[in-house]
């Protein structure tokens, strides 16, 4: 039915107030639109900075007509499901919200094509993701910034930044100085330290996993006369082995002087 109402002459304008009722939903994680759809899915992403967009081309193309995005990952070919050819996207989400490493309910065979060897160096090499099979293989970003590549690092990113940031609205009723940036150092670091023990950071102890710096080194002066309390933070992703850095910041109740 939804496909059908595509079809017709108005597809954009649904299209477009779909994608505003999303952005009104804090709890959502991954937004999966039809190719139509991909630029405004893509905006969204970047303004929240809390989901990603799981993204198809329109059936036959290899490409989105989209900005790449450190927020998006781009997946072909089309999928055969219950005797339809549909984008592959909606069966990616599924299997990237629940941790499977397989997409389900597939028909057999389930790639509307098969992709040759070149096709999916090509595809590779342009950071878009190949299907194969049911398996979930390649999963990256349009990001061309390598640390920003892998999918897994992005929503672990998107995860570690918001859930530090609601951790921390307190700090807006603390004076800046020393024992605030203690205290955010430790709320911070148990945040991390549960993501360690989950098995989502390489380290074989907490301090080779991440660090988290809240002190002088990480604020100016003019930061500290601002009321600006700034916190500098590492992790160390499962994939790439290397530290993400990233900086948070929120005001204190020195902003007011």
């Not at 779909?18 to 969204?44: F, H, K, M, T, V």
């Not at 050819?85 to 028909?107: C, K």
């Not at 859930?163 to 203690?182: C, Y």
Request: proline fraction near 6%.
């Amino acid at each position: 039915m939804v496909r059908g109402f595509f079809d017709n002459g108005g597809k954009r304008a649904y299209l477009a107030r779909s994608l505003g009722d999303l952005a009104a939903i804090d709890e959502i994680e991954l937004i999966c639109p039809l190719p139509q759809a991909n630029a405004e899915a893509i905006e969204q992403c970047e303004h929240r900075r809390d989901r990603m967009a799981i993204l198809s081309p329109s059936r036959g193309h290899e490409s989105v007509d989209a900005p790449a995005s450190g927020f998006a990952a781009v997946y072909v070919p089309w999928v055969r499901a219950g005797g339809a050819t549909v984008p592959p996207g909606g069966h990616v989400a599924g299997a990237l919200a629940s941790g499977a490493t397989e997409l389900r309910g597939l028909d057999d065979p389930p790639m509307e094509r098969s992709l040759s060897e070149a096709e999916v160096a090509s595809l590779l090499e342009r950071q878009v993701n190949p299907l194969r099979g049911v398996r979930l293989g390649s999963s990256v970003t349009q990001d061309p910034d390598f640390e920003w590549k892998y999918v897994s690092v992005r929503r672990l990113m998107i995860y570690l930044e918001h859930s530090i940031d609601r951790a921390t609205q307190w700090v807006v009723f603390e004076p800046n100085g020393e024992a605030l940036w203690a205290r955010v150092r430790e709320v911070v670091a148990d945040l991390l330290l549960e993501v360690w023990r989950a098995g989502e950071l390489i380290g074989a102890k907490p301090e080779q996993a991440f660090f988290v710096r809240c002190d002088r080194t990480t604020m100016t002066q003019d930061d500290l006369d601002s009321g600006r309390l700034v916190c500098l933070i590492g992790f160390a992703p499962l994939k790439p082995a290397e530290f993400v850095i990233f900086r948070i910041g929120q005001w204190t109740s020195d902003r007011s002087r």
